[in-house]
């Protein structure tokens, strides 16, 4: 804990040294108990031959630990021998090699910030990355420095008949006292931030996977015994991931056993701790009636994402913080191309592009705007963003877009052969893609190092007489935090040009795509033989993290929506068209004019799309979405909430009631209260749960029975949260008793209940302030379960942008409120709500000084975290 208005210390990328230690085995004793847990730890170190440094100390690194013992090669150390502070335990010039043995005790049960050891309902389960393992025993707590782990944990019996650790089970014995012992071995070594161990009552689903080799591995996956029922997609999805790994990347699982650990109080999504990942629970448990398709996709992509680290993380990890995108962007490309392959490429590139476009631009767009290789934090926490993640994955999709899929895979094959069992940095891999293929990314490279969302301009030039067609590419990145100029981005812009008949042109390559290389600020491309005046179809499946500026007409833009054979670029052209309509549609709310009409070729448009047979209907429901609010208000350089609410609204309106014989249509074809969850059940519900939300903007009665109808027939949650969404909006008076309905039928399934809340935290009604504050008082609500809080305060402050910004503040102070409140609790979840205060520049003038003087009341606060403390003076800082 620091004291108010301290700058959080600053660690630097160029500050990086090697460890002056090395442990090359890590023996733990756990004597569990929920409050009062015996830690002993015997570490064999030695002075690590790469650091020069004369007779340095030992400093292990410890947070909120009680010293029993301690002693070096069986002596107990006095006190002159050894200094201790609240971070650290200085070992004063210890000899080359020794073994260092430490008791330590911890208490699981009052650890709220869910780092390190906690107590999660009846079991006990960690949590270390990045920096969790500090919390449970005093440790080189570092990724670059990998141990082999021998674990023996001893627990009462009935209350954690289940004792899990890393690796492969080495013995399991009774105890006197009614406390049995369970030992684990794991022969890879890894860094601190992959240790887990989970004790509980839980139920197991098992079963096994044969490896392309031919070994059979046990598959486990453990909940609490009446979730047991919801684990198979769990399950299912594992072997479809393990499966996948083996033919798109030659990875084969290495240890006997992978276990899975569901628990209700996680701060993220799941951890990759070695053969024993832990979940939150929300990426796990899956039933018909109680989760939506769009849960079961999650589900499997996290599934899948965690497996892949084996890999991609933990055979082959970080070697500091700054590196994490290493593991993660490439992490995410992976579970990206799995999902892609389970289901759609094209709308799989759609949601991540929207999901980048919404939130990762947002990010960059702003004070806490970083490069995926961060070169600085105080907190390592505040730096798990979209940013290292998803922008993070753009970055390795374009070097797979530029090394083509057989030599990408050429170089991940040599990237891991080279480095398994090694920590390493973003050089390493951009140097082994290189190597394989005879190539250099020097230029590339800036994209690890430079923040900001480039802007790629693009003119086009036709000569007639030449028959040639040229495209000029401009290049340009906004100055970003502590970088006011940039070099110039190397820029894979991938391209195809589509003919007057709407037929894709052939290009010089035989192909009707091609991928031009933007090096330069400015750069001009020539295609040869043109006979007419092409429409251009540019950075197809968005092939760079940019943003593009290319003006096309409304019938260039149409004439993209039906014809261009680039799924991403024909869903894109839509998207353009109604941007531009609801941004015009703004400026007339602005100016008190009467708003346009839509441009009946649009419309025309449209209804070829809703009534066409194409043979991927949720890609066809993606072409029919109008862009989200959430979109535009990042498109929005100053937001003006209430005007884009009106125009999204009339534009939908005007759009549900010129094609409102079609939504009915759709919807009476597709809806079908019984269908199952086979892909093309889900694809349907997707589309008309679409008719249904237009239909819905009609706000007539009759359409209003037809949502209620669906709410009260619905066999399984996509269609009763569907429907419930859009009740949610009604007055009080109409959608309480909806509301009643689903808390009554699902109370006590906690993962059902955080959706009824989120639901009523996002409602467009006026009331809806008051309606959270009176949600944070039911029974249910509970502060320190981050599932719980994010259903709540999180879904308010990022997912209710009409009234957390209200014009009198009162959304901000709120917020700002819950942020204090929760600091205490559990600084990591503080932290991310902080982040919805951050955006405030792009608010008006009354806005900004509301949300700056709530920033600084949060600032002035004693007793911030860091983690905190360096979100809001990030977010203040000019
Ligand atoms: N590696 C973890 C995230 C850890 C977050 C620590 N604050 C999950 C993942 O990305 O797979
Ligand atoms: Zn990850």
Redesign the pocket.
């Known amino acids: 804990m620091l004291m108010s208005n301290t700058t959080p210390n600053t660690i630097y990328l160029k500050d990086y040294t090697v460890p002056e230690f090395l442990i090359s085995h890590t023996t733990l004793h756990f004597d569990l108990d929920a409050n009062n847990t015996i830690v002993r730890s015997t570490l064999n170190v030695r002075r690590n031959p790469a650091c020069q440094k004369d007779h340095p100390d030992l400093v292990l690194m410890g947070e909120d630990l009680s010293l029993l013992s301690i002693q070096i090669d069986g002596t107990p150390l006095t006190a002159e021998q050894y200094t201790l502070t609240d971070e650290s335990l200085t070992i004063h010039q210890p000899r080359n090699e020794f073994v260092i043995e430490i008791s330590n005790s911890i208490i699981p049960s009052s650890n709220t910030a869910l780092s390190g050891l906690f107590e999660s309902n009846a079991m006990l389960c960690t949590q270390c990355?990045?920096e969790g393992f500090r919390r449970i025993t005093w440790f080189l707590d570092r990724p670059d420095v990998m141990s082999i782990y021998s674990v023996t944990i001893e627990a009462n019996k009935d209350k954690y008949p289940i004792l899990l650790s890393n690796g492969n089970r080495s013995e399991q014995r009774d105890l006197d006292n009614n406390k049995h012992a369970a030992s684990w071995h794991d022969p890879f070594p890894k860094p601190s931030y992959l240790f887990a161990l989970v004790a509980g009552d839980l139920a197991c689903l098992s079963d096994t996977f044969t490896t392309c080799s031919g070994r059979e591995i046990a598959l486990e996956i453990y909940v609490e015994e009446h979730d047991l029922d919801k684990t198979q997609h769990a399950m299912q999805s594992l072997k479809n991931a393990m499966r996948w790994d083996e033919e798109a990347f030659g990875r084969e699982y290495d240890l006997e056993l992978y276990m899975i650990v569901a628990v209700s109080h996680f701060?993220?999504?799941?951890?990759?701790n070695k053969g024993l990942n832990v979940f939150n629970t929300k990426f796990v448990l899956a039933s018909e009636t109680t989760a939506t398709d769009d849960d079961y996709k999650s589900i499997e992509a996290v599934i899948g994402?965690?497996y892949f680290?084996n890999w991609s993380g933990n055979r082959v990890t970080c070697r500091d913080w700054f590196q994490l995108s290493l593991k993660?962007g490439f992490?995410v490309f992976r579970d990206q191309q799995f999902t892609a392959y389970q289901t759609s490429d094209a709308v799989k590139r759609i949601k991540d592009v929207n999901m980048l476009r919404t939130h990762q631009f947002a990010e960059d767009a702003g004070p806490l705007a970083h490069p995926i290789r961060p070169d600085q934090y105080a907190e390592i926490?505040n730096f798990?963003t979209l940013t290292v993640y998803e922008k993070g994955a753009e970055v390795v999709r374009m070097l797979h877009t530029l090394l083509g899929e057989q030599n990408f895979r050429k170089g991940c094959d040599l990237y891991f052969d080279r480095h398994d069992g090694q920590a390493v940095t973003t050089e390493d891999f951009i140097k082994a893609l290189e190597d394989a293929n005879g190539v250099t990314f020097n230029q590339f490279k800036h994209w690890y190092n430079q923040a900001g969302t480039p802007i790629v301009s693009a003119t086009t030039q036709y000569d007639s007489k030449a028959s040639t067609y040229s495209i000029t590419l401009k290049q340009h990145c906004p100055a970003t935090p502590n970088q006011a100029t940039k070099e110039p981005f190397h820029i894979p812009v991938s391209i195809g040009l589509i003919g007057e008949n709407g037929d894709a042109i052939t290009l010089s390559n035989d192909k009707t795509t091609t991928v031009l290389e933007l090096l330069e600020p400015e750069q001009t491309f020539m295609f040869n033989d043109i006979n007419s005046e092409p429409t251009p179809s540019v950075l197809r499946g968005f092939s760079a993290p940019v943003r593009l500026k290319l003006k096309l007409s409304t019938e260039q833009q149409v004439q993209l929506f039906t014809h261009d054979s680039d799924t991403f670029n024909r869903w894109e052209a839509g998207q353009n068209c109604f941007t531009e309509v609801i941004f015009n549609t703004v400026k007339a709310i602005q100016n008190k004019q009467n708003p346009p009409t839509l441009p009946p070729t649009l419309i025309e448009a449209f209804r070829l799309v809703l009534q066409a047979p194409l043979n991927d209907l949720t890609y066809q429901t993606l072409l029919l979405n109008l862009p989200s609010k959430a979109y535009l208000i990042e498109q929005m350089p100053t937001l003006d909430i209430d005007a884009l609410y009106q125009a999204h609204h009339f534009v939908k309106h005007a759009l549900a009631r010129s094609l409102k014989d079609s939504w009915f249509t759709g919807y009476q074809q597709h809806h079908q209260a019984d269908a199952g969850i086979s892909s093309n059940d889900i694809a349907q519900r997707s589309f008309k749960n679409l008719c249904l939300s237009y239909l819905m903007a009609l706000d007539e009665k009759k359409l209003t029975g037809l949502c209620a109808q669906q709410f009260n027939g619905a066999k399984n949650m996509t269609d009763q949260v569907a429907a419930l969404s859009l009740l949610s909006h009604l007055d009080d008076e109409q959608s309480a008793p909806f509301f009643d309905a689903f808390y009554t039928q699902w109370k006590g399934e906690a993962l059902v209940i955080d959706k009824w809340f989120t639901l009523q935290a996002c409602t467009e009604k006026a009331s809806a302030l008051d309606s959270v504050k009176k949600l944070l008082k039911h029974p249910d609500f509970d502060m320190t379960t981050p599932n719980r809080v994010r259903s709540v305060i999180s879904a308010f402050a990022m997912a209710n942008p009409l009234h957390f910004n209200a014009a009198d503040g009162s959304g901000y102070e709120f917020i700002a409120d819950k942020i204090i409140e929760l600091d205490r609790i559990n600084p990591?979840i503080a932290a991310r709500v902080t982040n919805s205060l951050s955006r405030w520049r792009k608010l008006d003038a009354d806005r900004q000084q509301l949300v700056k003087q709530q920033l600084s009341r949060i600032q002035s606060q004693t007793a911030l975290s860091k983690d905190v403390l360096e979100i809001v003076t990030r977010s203040l800082a000019a």
């Open positions: 990355e990045a701060n993220m999504g799941a951890m990759e994402h965690e680290h993660e992490t926490n798990y990591q």
